[in-house]
């Protein structure tokens, strides 16, 4: 087996502490019985469900604007999306504002999945996680609450490949049985990273390293060699990183994280309207 790492630190492989995520197709169309795996697994696993032609002309309208913007090594074809410079993540208004990259995740197949999933209607934040990750890149383990906890409770993270995203191109990895850390959920999972009295000890990644995590609270890491169309959704308060992207041919892993609730609850505002003010100076509580 490979060495499989986060943010270059080793998970520990053992049958017990890593392993494979479970597909949840057989119940997608039974919001109840979706609801109760997402409390038993922290996330469901969603094989193929979204439109392929879609996911592809959102691929294409980024890797489009990152050649423009001279991201994409020209040795290549664009659509390989091949870089072997490129590390860091690069978050551009424009690339999230995307005409296809908005249809892939706020309407069709996404919307109809969480209003099953919620058995009502849903709102969408505005504001989409456009995630470039080169090579030698990943996420450190942290809960998405501590980003966006300030509306509703009910809310979820969809996390989209867009193309194939095998672990040596960098998936995403999910710690079982971190949604129920009740110890973790209450000092760092409670946090606001805009706001200063509850965010001196933690930054928003609780560590880099994902066996510390499980040494102090268990939980077992799971990941997959995801595939177009498939589609993760996870809690708040999941336990969540990245697999380092370690492609052979310089491929850059190309994902959209985004957010859903109950359309009735009360929204965080940093994420939401015409112009998100995200983790701006206005977002900030002292
Ligand atoms: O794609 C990644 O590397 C991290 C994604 C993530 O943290 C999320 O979806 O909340």
Known sequence: MKQWTSCGYQF???????????????????????????????YLLLRGILDKDLILKARHELLLKMAVNNQIDDDYLIGEGVNPSLKTEIDRTSYREGRAVRQLVHQGKMTEFYEIFFGKKVQAFDFIWVRIVGVGVSTGCHYDWVYMGRGSKNLHTSWTPLANVPKVEGSLAILRGSHKFGGLINTYGSIDVDDDKTNKKYGGWYTQNPVEVQEKFGGKWLTTDFKMGDLIVFSMHTMHCSLDNKSTNNRIRLSLDTRYQPADDEADERWIGGTPIAHGAEAKRR
Do not use: V
Not at 17 to 34: C, H, M, P, Y
């Open 12 to 42: 520990n492989t053992h049958s017990d502490r890593f392993g494979e995520l479970r597909s949840s197709n057989d119940i997608l169309k039974d919001g109840r019985a979706l609801r109760d795996r997402m409390k038993e697994d922290g």
